[in-house]
C-alpha cells in the first residue's frame, strides 16, 4: 500500500506563530486530504486537495502531486490550533502518523 | 459539508458480547462507507471498506467474522463486534465519501471499552 509520511511528529508554537507540516507519499494518488482531530476525536476536514493550492483563512495547503508530497501552511497560529493535524490519501485513505500541535498562550 | 453521525458515542460492554455500532450519512447517500480504528496515540487504520447491496472488503489482518459489517441502506451501515475482548477496546470511525469526488467525511467515532 502506499507510505504517507508526515513532519514533524510534533510541533510546540508561540502564539502569533507561523507554521508548516509536510506530507509525502510513495505514489500517485487521486485523493489527498487534510484533516484536524479535535481532543474528543472528531476529525475536521481542513482540505481535500490532490493538486495545487488553496486557502481558508489561515490556513493554506498545496500539493504538488508529480512530486509526491503537499504542505500545510497554518499562520498566525492561535491556542484552538493545537491538536493532531492527519494527511490522508487515496481512495481508501491512508493515515500518516500525524503532527501534533501544540500552540502556547 | 456532509454530516456523518455515529451512534453510540461511548459504549462500555462485558468480554465474551456483541457490540453494535452504527454509522448514518445524514444529508447524503453512501453506497460506500469505510470504518476505522484508531488506538490511543495512534493513527487511523482502515478495517474494512462497506458496500450496499454486497458483502463488506476486508482489509488484510482483520478477522471478518468478528468485525461483521452490515451495509443495511443507501444512508446506514453497521459494524458489530462479535465476542469482544479487552484488546478490541479501541476508538471506531467511520466515513463516506461525499460531493461526486473522493472527498471523505467522518462520524464523531465510538469508543469502545470492553471489561
Known amino acids: 500500500g502506499i507510505q504517507v509520511e508526515q513532519s514533524p511528529p510534533d510541533l510546540i508554537l508561540q502564539e502569533g506563530a507561523n507554521s508548516t507540516l509536510r506530507c509525502n507519499f510513495s505514489?500517485?494518488?487521486?485523493?489527498l486530504q487534510w484533516f484536524h482531530q479535535n481532543p474528543w476525536g472528531q476529525l475536521i476536514n481542513l482540505f481535500y486537495?490532490?493538486?495545487g493550492t488553496k486557502q481558508n483563512g489561515r490556513l493554506s495547503a498545496t500539493t504538488v502531486a508529480t512530486e509526491r508530497y503537499s504542505l500545510l501552511y497554518i499562520s498566525s497560529s492561535q491556542t484552538t490550533d493545537s491538536g493532531v493535524y492527519f494527511c490522508?490519501?487515496?481512495?481508501?485513505?491512508?493515515f500518516g502518523a500525524g503532527t501534533t500541535v501544540t500552540v502556547r498562550a | 459539508g456532509a454530516v456523518v453521525s455515529q451512534h453510540p458515542s461511548r459504549v462500555i460492554c462485558k468480554s465474551g458480547t456483541s457490540v453494535k455500532i452504527e454509522c448514518r450519512s445524514l444529508?447524503?447517500?453512501?453506497?460506500?462507507m469505510f470504518w476505522y480504528r484508531q488506538f490511543p496515540k495512534q493513527s487511523l487504520m482502515l478495517m474494512a471498506t462497506?458496500?450496499?447491496?454486497?458483502?463488506?472488503?476486508?482489509e488484510q489482518g482483520v478477522e471478518k467474522d468478528k468485525f461483521l459489517i452490515n451495509h443495511a441502506s443507501l444512508t446506514l451501515s453497521t459494524l458489530t463486534v462479535t465476542s469482544a475482548h479487552p484488546e478490541d477496546s479501541s476508538f471506531y470511525i467511520c466515513?463516506?465519501?461525499?460531493?461526486?469526488?473522493?472527498?471523505?467525511?467522518f462520524g464523531p467515532g465510538t469508543r469502545l471499552t470492553v471489561t
Open positions: 462497506s458496500n450496499e447491496g454486497s458483502k463488506a472488503t476486508y
Open positions: 505514489d500517485s494518488v487521486n485523493n
Open positions: 486537495i490532490p493538486s
Open positions: 444529508d447524503f447517500q453512501a453506497t460506500t
Open positions: 490522508a490519501v487515496a481512495y481508501k485513505l491512508s
Open positions: 466515513s463516506a465519501p461525499s460531493g461526486g469526488t473522493y472527498e471523505q467525511y
